[in-house]
């Protein structure tokens, strides 16, 4: 398996333009997470989805960012506008969930480096 | 209010060391999950601990789970230049949502 995917590797934008951020899990995960990684605030959950569906976005920053995930091989980030204090790492990380539970051994991406200039 | 709090926040240990780092959280876990980082990489799972659970082993890896003081302590033995990374403990409360991280511990292995 080629793991869960991540594009684009490296994004760099100026204030106020759209920033799409995209994820493939890996196939037969039912459970996908995004994550942003900043020095100051550590690692953060933005979202979590379960079979596709929202399960806790508590973390979503503000209304500029938005999540789909339309099918489950599939989700989208995304900010608009973006603002300088959104450049991070955002990383997407997918898991099959043992027993009962939502959450378990979570597969990270290879992250999506944003700089907004 | 951050879950996991790992300690200390760096570590500096010469090859074939023990290195140990240790994370702290606040409320009842389902389970509690050790994750490496090395730089500009995405995270890979190491070991997940359940609750119920008060010790675990994975090649020299050893984690233990101590729900009463709530502290959990991972173990790397006979340590490598190769270990050298950022080590996060994550934790899903009871009904296993509210996957929070700590900050991490930043481990350095010296040849």
């Known amino acids: 398996d080629a793991g869960v995917i991540q594009s684009p590797r490296h994004e760099v934008t100026e204030m106020g333009q759209e920033v799409t951020l995209r994820c493939k899990p890996i196939s037969g995960h039912n459970s996908l997470f995004w994550y942003r990684q900043t020095m100051m605030r550590g690692l953060e959950l933005l979202i979590y989805?379960?079979?596709?569906?929202?399960?806790?976005d508590s973390g979503m920053p503000e209304d500029r960012f938005s999540a789909k995930m339309p099918n489950a091989s599939f989700s989208t980030l995304k900010i608009q506008p973006s603002e300088p204090r959104d450049s991070a790492v955002y990383f997407c990380?997918?898991?099959?969930?043992?027993?009962?539970?939502?959450?378990?051994?979570?597969?990270f991406g290879p992250g999506t480096r944003l700089t907004v200039l | 209010s951050q879950q996991g709090e790992e300690d200390p926040q760096a570590l500096s240990i010469q090859e074939g060391e023990n290195a140990t780092m240790n994370c702290s959280y606040k409320?009842?876990?389902?389970?509690l999950q050790w994750y490496r980082q090395n730089s500009g990489r995405g995270l890979v799972h190491l070991i997940l601990i359940r609750s119920n659970e008060r010790e675990k082993h994975s090649g020299r890896l050893r984690v233990t789970l101590d729900t009463s003081k709530k502290s959990s302590s991972l173990l790397i033995t006979a340590s490598r230049a190769a270990d050298t990374a950022s080590y996060f403990c994550a934790t899903a409360d009871n009904y296993g949502q509210n996957f929070v991280f700590g900050p991490g511990t930043r481990l350095s292995v010296l040849p």
């Open positions: 409320t009842s876990i389902n389970n």
């Open positions: 990380a997918s898991s099959f969930p043992a027993e009962s539970y939502p959450t378990d051994t979570q597969y």
């Open positions: 989805f379960n079979n596709n569906v929202p399960i806790d």
